[in-house]
């Protein structure tokens, strides 16, 4: 699976006041593109639709969309791997709208930075719902970014939350993919803290975790691996049997 990390991609820029929201939806179903643009335009979103990922690529700019609404299975590009790519690029937020319900594939969407996993066959108005809680997320996330601290320190560990980026004690930097630095922000920002499955993918993705979703536990497993924490004797991030995840680790802004 390609991983990637934001640190040179362009930050999330919410519209105007009275502007319409420019969505893009990526889905070789042409009906799907055709009913999802006419009940999206009477919603008031300005609404570009396309087939597949070559001409979405063609059509990206940063700052032209607001959300995604990505199909998986499309001709050419696989969606994984057009979500790699926009991460590389942006946080703008995406949708993960496909008939690949399996747990696995929501994990690996989830982890790739998609902000939320409708499968098919859906209902309209649920993606609707979804979206708007996406967009408003995205919005307060870009609100708080213009207030946060240059740096977030913690165990020799160096979290900048300007440039979506974590440095490691020796100054090197440590590629997280948008997931990653999304939890561990999350972790940074609540130390010494309890944090259950369910509050942190409410933080995460605005809605509690379902019977099977075990997207946080994956995403906890390779955080640790990457602050060297791995392991049974973790020391940053710790579990709480019954509980959740707590990160023990005092947490200084600069």
Known sequence: METSTLAVSAPYQAQSPG???HILI???????????????EREHFQVTAVRDAREARRLWSPGAFQLIVLDLMLPGQSGMGFAAW???QSDVPI?????RGEETDRIAGLELGADDYLPKP?????LLARMRAVLRRAGEAATRREAAPRAMCFSNWTLEPARRRLMNPEGAEVPLTAGEYDLLL???????RVLTRDMLLDLLRGRPAGPFDRAIDVAISRLRRKLDDDGRQAQLIKTVRGGGYIFAAEVERR
């Open 19 to 21: 502007t319409a929201q």
């Open 26 to 40: 990526v889905d070789d179903d042409r009906e799907i593109r055709e009913l999802l643009t006419r009940f999206l």
């Open 86 to 88: 926009l991460r590389e």
């Open 95 to 99: 949708v993960m709208l496909t008939a």
């Open 122 to 126: 859906f209902n309209p108005r649920e």
């Open 186 to 192: 999350a972790l940074a920002e609540r130390p010494n």
